[in-house]
Each structure stands twice: as C-alpha cells, then as structure tokens.
C-alpha cells in the first residue's frame, strides 16, 4: 500500500485519510487521534493488535454464511439454506458492533481461514454429489464463491451501507473498531471518558470529506 506521507507499521498503514490495514479495511480515525483519546490503553493493548481484532471481527458476516450455509445444504432445500444462509449474513453484519466477543476472536480468526473453509465445501460439496444433489452442490459452490471473492460484500455494500448508517452514527470498521476498545477498556479497567470526545472528531473528519460537502 502506499502510504504518502502517512506512518507505516507490520499491519497498517496511518494516513490523514485514515488508518488502512492489510486485511483492505479503511478506518477513518487515525493513530494520532487514537493515540490522543486511548492512550492508556494504548499502553496496553497496542493499536496493532486492536486493529487485527477489528479486521478479524469485520468478517464475522462471511464466516456465519459459510459455515450455516453448508450443513443447511446437508438437511433443507437449496434454495431455503442459500436464503436462511443470506440473512444470517444481513442481520449479522447490521448488527455486528454487538456481537463481539474478544475471546472468541483466537475460534474466528479459524473458522475464517481460507484453506479450512475450502477443505470443509470441497468434502460437504462433493457428498452432496455423491447423493446427486446436484442443486445443492451448485449453489453451495455459487455462494462460496461470491463469499470469498468478496463479490456479495461489493452487491450489497450500498444497501448494507444505508442501513448501517441509520443504526449507528460511525462507518462499520470505525464502529467495530470503538466497541473493542470500549471492551478492552473495560477488562483492562480503563476509564475512556474521552472516547466520545474521539468519535465527535471522527464525524467531523468524515463531514470534510468532498463527496460529504454540499
């Protein structure tokens, strides 16, 4: 990635646009501004690895799909596990800067990687052509394609995107990012009055940028 005159790290790279990691998720705030409001848990947790948990959390939709979709394909009609499937992704992804769980961060970063999530439709996909059900096989493979291509994000991003912002005042990556150092804050027993003072600094930011100006 290239930085300009932003700071770079192993994972990140801070610009005065934001912070951009190497899982391609762009957070508005940046590390000055973090560093500002969070510092003492900062101290703690270091921004780097926040970042990963936020990176990792941001794919919980693509991993509830995956992993809900194939056994449905084993017990339901094809076309109800592909739907159930889609909206476990929708309500989870709206609903995402609630669901988190630091300690089950180490079971997602798992159950999100690639090679296992082929292995497990290459073994689900092919029993299920074994058994000739060959819609099944179809659709699983069609799905698991968009998931992991990222195909489905970029088709529903628009939609997801309008719904987020009735729901919560920050972008996704940003809201996700604040619920886990609200989290960290709290098993570390940090007080973060600040951290509201932070967010207001985001809007702000956000407010500037030339598609955001009337």
Known sequence: MNAGSGQRSAYYVDTPRGLFTA???WFRTTEALLRSYAGPLLEKEPLDRLLRQADTWLKLPAVLMLWTLLPLLWVWE?????????????LSNLLLPLLILRPLTPILTKLATPWLQGAA?????????????????????????????????????????????ALYRLPLPDQVLRSLILRAALAHRIPLPELQAMEQEVLRHLRQLPWNRN
């Open 23 to 25: 899982a391609g998720h």
């Open 78 to 90: 094809p076309v109800k596990a592909v739907g159930t499937a889609l909206g476990l992704y929708l």
């Open 121 to 165: 439709y290459v073994v689900g996909l092919t029993g299920l052509a074994w058994q000739e059900n060959f819609a099944a096989v179809w659709m699983g493979l069609g799905a698991f394609v968009l998931v992991r291509w990222g195909v489905l994000e970029r088709l529903l991003w628009p939609l997801l995107d309008r719904l987020g912002a």
